[in-house]
């Protein structure tokens, strides 16, 4: 094994006298102008590490998820719904939250650092009065983890105020900012999302519509927004369609969210999706829409099916999450099967999938590993000394069913290999496993993924640069296989109408980026 592959995946410690602009990114990120270790040699509490935003914790080896929108029209408790609706939406985003809403003449914002229960009590609640709302969840793709990146983004300018909620990631949000910047902007985040602000407010477009096309015509990447004026909603999707979002109706009002979990929740009926390149308009003459921006293809993020989207939403005009992951189980099953005693799935992600695994394989399914659900994400442990437990924090292995068993274990994706291989380890030792067979639902993730997930460099992606048997070899699997590409595109609506990136998988970008993000492609810092 090549002498980086080790040094690469036996620390968690990254050489901080680097200077290169992804370690720098990095450093911001936990609001030091700082290296990750103190004089001491001992890594920041608060630091992001290589590992994402939760330092010494191993048990988030995974790509992270983007931000959630909701917005609604015409609802007396435009803020209550919105809650509700960002709420379902937890799931993709955990920093923060905010929901500003408008009376039609006014409009108010509350916004935290936390989890949307925890923020808006009733209290806070109240200070949102009026019939119209907009709410986001945010996890950062894109500028650091403080309130300040929190949206929407309240702002006013020459036309009024507005307010807005991106998710997804603009690619070329560092130029535009400079040309802004030079032209006088002021920049109160380092949010990506904040480039379309002064992007609309400097537009000369003739009217407030005509801005937002005119600015968003020069904003390349993946955005679902929602936009607030004080007696209007807008939402618009990029013409290549990269993160869902739907239409809904509840009592009379409209209803926005990133995915159709959200509408459940507040007993709202699916319309259809926003398209890709459209803007939806929506106050007191109705719902108009507006084929706003053009592209050529489509690029719905694949990925959405396989990890970051709730099972029970429907995307990508009505398919099913939950069918689609069980699918992805039974093709698994068919490519890759072997001879074993037990199917057990690396709970939650991993659970529809091995349900499919074990319907196609007729072998049993069971829950051989607990998951913790209070550990909590931002639990950070305490000292680098018990940095081995971060795995058994999460999940425990139920020796009484495993033990003596030959395991087909299911997740859904493998980044770092690093959680993998402790997974393999707790059932052997802890749950005494006779072997362990790992069955990953999705292919090998080699691309870092510019379109609004949080993923690693690609260095730090263990299958960019190693077989599936090395991988294999370094998790201690008895055996390893994940599922084909070709297999996953055949399982989703692939019509000429529903084309989907999956860049991190085979390197197709369907969305150029200017070189600064070319660093995070690269293998090593230099
Ligand atoms: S690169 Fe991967 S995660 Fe990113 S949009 Fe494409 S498929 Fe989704």
């Known amino acids: 094994m090549p002498q980086y592959f080790m040094v690469q995946l036996s620390s968690s410690i990254y050489n901080c006298s680097s200077t290169s602009t992804v370690h720098k990114k990095r450093e911001n990120k936990c609001g030091r102008a700082k290296p990750h ?13 290589p590992y994402g935003l939760y330092p010494h914790n191993l048990t988030n080896d995974k790509f992270r998820e983007e931000c959630g929108v909701f917005g609604i029209f015409g609802h007396p408790e435009a803020a209550n719904m919105t809650y509700l609706g960002l709420h379902a939406l937890q799931h993709r985003g955990q920093e923060g939250a905010g929901i500003c809403s408008s009376d039609g003449r006014q409009m108010f914002i509350e916004k935290s650092m936390g989890l949307v229960a925890d923020i808006f009590t009733e209290k806070r609640l109240k200070k949102l009065p009026g019939y119209i709302a907009i709410g986001h969840n945010r996890y950062s793709t894109a500028g650091s983890s403080s309130l300040k990146n929190v949206q929407p983004i309240l702002a006013n300018f020459s036309l009024g105020s507005l307010a807005i909620a991106h998710n997804g990631n603009i690619v070329n949000a560092g130029d535009l900012r400079e040309s802004l910047e030079d032209e006088g902007a002021i920049f ?90 459209e803007m939806v308009i929506v106050n007191e003459k109705g719902l108009t829409s507006y084929r706003a921006l053009v592209s050529e293809k489509k690029a719905f993020c694949i990925f959405e099916f396989i990890y970051f989207a709730r099972p029970d939403s429907y995307i990508f005009g009505g398919q099913n999450v939950n069918e689609i992951r069980k699918s992805l189980g039974r093709l698994l099953a068919q490519e890759s099967g072997v001879e ?140 390893l296989a994940y599922l084909s590409i070709e297999g996953l595109r055949s399982l989703v609506k692939n019509a000429d109408d529903y084309d989907y990136c999956s860049a991190c998988f085979d390197n197709e970008y369907p969305i150029s980026f200017p070189g600064e993000h070319l660093e995070q492609m690269e293998f090593f810092f230099t």
Not at 37 to 49: E, W
Not at 359 to 376: A, K, T
Not at 380 to 394: A, D, M, N, T, W
């Open 188 to 277: 109160q985040s380092t949010s990506d999302s904040e480039v379309m602000v002064h992007l609309i407010a400097h537009s000369k477009g003739e009217n407030f519509h005509d801005r937002v096309i005119q600015a968003l015509k020069e904003v390349n990447g993946a955005f679902s927004l929602v936009i607030l004026r004080e007696n209007e909603l807008l939402a618009v999707r990029d013409p290549y369609g990269v993160r869902p979002l739907c239409i809904g109706q509840v009592d009379g009002a409209f209803v926005i969210a990133s995915e159709t979990c959200a509408l459940d929740l507040i007993d709202a009926q699916y319309i259809r999706d926003v398209e890709p390149g």
């Open 37 to 49: 270790f103190t004089k001491t040699g001992k890594q920041h509490s608060r630091c992001i590490s």
């Open 340 to 479: 074993a005693d037990l199917i057990v799935p690396v709970p939650d992600s991993g659970v529809p999938a091995a349900l499919g695994y074990s319907d196609e394989s007729g072998l049993p399914f069971d829950f051989g590993l607990i998951r913790n659900h209070y550990v909590g994400r931002t639990f950070i442990e305490p000292k680098q000394s018990i940095r081995h437990f971060g795995v058994k924090l999460k999940l425990n292995p139920v020796k009484k069913l495993i033990e003596g068993k030959r395991l087909v274990v299911i997740d859904d994706s493998i980044v770092r290999g690093t959680t993998s291989k402790k997974i393999v380890k707790m059932l052997r030792e802890t749950g005494g496993a006779k072997e362990v067979h790992m069955r990953i639902s999705s292919p090998p993730t080699v691309m870092p993924c510019f379109y609004g997930i949080d993923t690693p460099t690609r260095q730090e992606l263990i299958a960019s640069s190693h077989s599936v048997d090395e991988i294999r070899k370094y998790i201690t699997a008895d055996s």
